[in-house]
């Protein structure tokens, strides 16, 4: 069962432009709220992170929107660059006997062309 | 800070043999680790937590006697795939933080293909 439903599963935006990646989630227990960024055959990196008692937080040119009451978060990436075409994966996370686990969505994959 | 490490990042073994991966915190001290494997195009997949000291705790239908895992230090995990066959051939990858953080952090994961 998919505890975090991410869309689109690809995006193509032109360099300078906005990506917008969404993730929906139905446990209201998890209170962590992760992005990563993953280029083949890497490891997943942190990009951002949020907890649920802000709507937003921006770090350079990337943005999280969350929405507590519709219990969605979103990816904002501003002026998009060839660079940032990736796999981006949002997450989210409760502590549980296994610590702090992270439950992933599927993952969009971003080509930012030229 | 904050870098993990893992060894090999490729490995290529025959059908029946046994692998072990590392999984490294290299500065910082892990209490806890986690194992996860991901197919191409797919999502990460959690296999098993691990706490330093403690037996590792595994997914629902994740083999505990094929993929063994020992956290016997705050710095070092491994990962054992015991008698390995073509299906277990994945991306394996590993991530640690720190006691009562929510951060995880990534390693470079290990390619393993099983011929």
């Known amino acids: 069962q998919q505890q975090v439903k991410q869309s689109p599963q690809s995006l193509i935006v032109q360099k300078g432009g906005i990506s917008i990646i969404n993730c929906a989630y139905e446990?209201?227990?998890?209170?962590?709220f992760p992005w990563y960024q993953q280029f083949p055959g890497k490891g997943p990196a942190l990009l951002i992170a949020i907890r649920p008692d802000v709507s937003e937080k921006k770090e350079g040119r990337f943005t999280i929107s969350f929405n507590k009451s519709a219990k969605q978060f979103s990816l904002h990436i501003m002026d998009s660059q060839p660079g940032d075409s990736a796999t981006y994966f949002c997450?989210?996370?409760?502590?549980?006997?296994?610590?702090?686990?992270?439950?992933f969505g599927k993952g969009t994959s971003l080509l930012v062309t030229p | 800070g904050a870098v993990v490490s893992q060894h090999p990042s490729w490995v290529i073994c025959k059908s029946g043999t046994s692998v072990k991966i590392e999984c490294r915190s290299l500065?910082?001290?892990?209490?806890?680790m986690f194992w996860y494997r991901q197919f191409p195009k797919q999502s990460l997949m959690l296999m098993a937590t691990s706490n330093e000291g403690s037996k590792a705790t595994y997914e629902q239908g994740v083999e505990k006697d094929k993929f063994l895992i020992n956290h016997a230090s705050l710095t070092l995990s491994t990962l054992t795939v015991t008698s390995a066959h073509p299906e277990d051939s994945s991306f394996y990858i590993c991530?640690?933080?720190?006691?009562?953080?929510?951060?995880?952090?990534f390693g470079p994961g290990t390619r393993l293909t099983v011929t």
């Open positions: 500065d910082f001290q892990a209490t806890t």
């Open positions: 991530s640690a933080s720190r006691q009562s953080s929510y951060e995880q952090y």
């Open positions: 997450a989210a996370s409760r502590f549980s006997n296994s610590g702090y686990a992270l439950n």
């Open positions: 446990n209201t227990a998890f209170d962590y």
